[in-house]
C-alpha cells in the first residue's frame, strides 16, 4: 500500500472513504465536494486507485489526509482478480487503524463491493452513497447477502431512482433509505463571469457521449436547430468508441463554428462560463449534477422527462421537459428556449433558488449522522 500523501496526525476519528472510478465523473465530484466540507471535522482516509483526475485533484487539493492507493488495471484481463486484491488492502488497513476507525463511507455500489471484507472484519458502521442510475443482475445477486452478513449497513441514495436502485439489489426496502443528494459548492462551479446572451447563444452538451446520456439524439436535434442564431458546444470525451461512432460521423459534417466539439475539462466554472442553455437528453440518471450545477449558474435547461430530472427542474421550473428519446421534441424545446430571452432569465433565477438546498454544510451535517459522528 503506497501512502501516496503525507499522512496527517489530528486525534479527529478515521472515516475511510472508498472510491474505485479514475475519471471525475458525477459521483467522484460530489466526493470532491464532501471532502472539502470535511476538513477538520474527521480524519479523511481515502481508499482509491493512484491515477487519473480524481486523485490529483484530491492530491492538489490536499482534500484527503491518509491515502491507501488501490491496484486496478481497468480493462486488463487481470482486473477482477486486482479488484479482490482492493478489497483486501482495504481490510488490511480497517484491521490495523480499528480502533481509530469511526465509519466506512463506500462511494457507490462498488465501492461497496471493496468495502465489504472491512466492513465485516471491523463492524463500523458502513454507509453506501448510491450514485447508481441502473442496477445489475451481479448486484442483484450479491445485495441481498451483503444485508444479510452487514447489520451495521446504512444506506444514502442521491435519489428515490437511486434508492430503487438498491431496493432492485435486494439491499433494502423501499423507504429504508436516507435521501442525500449530491452537494454543489458555488467555489467550484459558479462561473465567475456567465454570459450575457450574446447572439449567437451557446447550447452545451456537457457529460458522457453514451447512448444513456442522449448522446445520439444530437445529430437530430443540431439538424433541426440550423436556421436559429446558436453554436452547440460540447464538453464531452472526444475519442468515438463502438457505442457513439456513428453519431460523431454525423456531427462532423457541421463547421465548429456551429458544432464545437470542446472536449472534456475539470474546471466546471468554464463550461458554465460559456453557455446560456444546458441541454440534457438523458435516458437515465441517478441525480443529474450536470442539471444541479447548470441551475446554481442561472442556466436554464432543456431535459428529458425522466425522474431526478423533474425532481430538480419542477414543472418548467428551473428548465423545460421534453419526452425522453424523442429527438424532435427536444429540437422545439431548445428552439422555445432560444427564441423567448424573458424565459430562459426567469428560468435561469427559478433554477438559483432551486440549487440552495444542495449547500454542501447540510449534506455533510447528513452523511455525518450516518457515520454515527
Request: net charge neutral; with cysteine.
Amino acid at each position: 500500500m503506497n501512502q501516496a500523501f503525507p499522512v496527517r496526525t489530528d486525534g479527529l476519528p478515521s472515516v475511510l472513504f472508498v472510491a474505485t472510478p479514475a475519471a471525475m465523473g458525477g459521483s467522484n465530484r460530489s466526493l470532491v465536494t464532501l471532502l472539502r466540507e470535511l476538513d477538520g471535522r474527521v480524519h479523511r482516509v481515502l481508499a482509491s486507485p493512484g491515477f487519473g483526475a480524481f486523485v490529483e485533484h484530491v492530491r492538489e487539493e490536499g482534500l484527503a489526509d491518509e491515502f491507501v492507493e488501490l491496484p486496478r488495471r481497468p480493462g486488463h484481463t487481470l482486473d477482477r482478480l486486482l479488484r479482490v486484491t482492493a478489497g483486501l488492502w482495504i481490510a488490511q488497513w480497517a484491521l490495523r487503524n480499528r480502533k481509530r476507525l469511526a465509519a466506512i463511507h463506500a462511494n457507490a455500489l462498488t465501492g461497496l463491493n471493496l468495502s465489504t471484507p472491512a466492513a465485516l472484519i471491523t463492524q463500523r458502521p458502513t454507509v453506501v452513497w448510491i450514485h447508481d442510475p441502473v442496477g445489475s443482475k451481479w448486484g442483484a445477486r450479491l445485495g441481498p447477502i451483503l444485508r444479510r452478513l452487514l447489520p451495521r449497513l446504512r444506506l444514502a441514495a442521491v435519489s428515490p431512482t437511486a434508492e430503487s436502485i438498491a431496493v432492485e439489489n435486494g439491499l433494502c426496502d423501499e423507504g429504508d433509505a436516507v435521501i442525500v443528494p449530491n452537494p454543489l459548492s458555488a467555489d467550484e462551479i459558479l462561473a465567475p463571469q456567465p454570459r450575457d446572451g450574446a447572439v449567437p447563444l451557446h447550447i452545451g452538451f456537457v457529460g458522457g457521449a453514451s447512448p444513456r446520456k442522449g448522446f445520439d439524439l444530437l445529430p437530430k436535434v443540431v439538424a433541426s436547430t440550423m436556421d436559429l442564431p446558436i453554436v452547440w458546444k460540447l464538453y464531452v470525451n472526444l475519442e468515438p468508441t463502438v457505442g457513439n461512432d456513428m453519431t460523431w460521423i454525423a456531427l462532423e459534417q457541421y463547421p465548429r463554428d456551429r458544432v464545437d466539439p470542446v472536449g472534456k475539462l475539470v474546471d466546471v466554472k468554464q463550461v458554465y462560463a460559456d453557455l446560456d442553455i444546458v441541454f440534457i437528453p438523458s435516458r437515465a440518471e441517478s441525480f443529474c449534477r450536470v442539471a444541479a450545477e447548470a441551475m446554481m449558474n442561472g442556466i436554464p435547461v432543456a431535459g428529458s422527462d425522466i425522474p431526478p430530472l423533474r425532481a430538480l427542474l419542477g414543472d418548467d421550473e428551473a428548465g423545460l421537459i421534453f419526452p425522453t428519446g424523442d429527438g424532435g421534441a427536444a429540437a422545439e424545446t431548445i428552439r422555445r428556449l432560444v427564441e423567448d430571452g424573458a424565459l430562459r432569465r426567469k428560468l435561469g433565477d427559478e433554477g438559483r433558488q432551486r440549487a440552495e438546498a444542495l449547500a454542501p454544510s447540510a449534506i455533510a451535517a447528513q452523511l455525518l449522522r450516518l457515520y454515527g459522528l
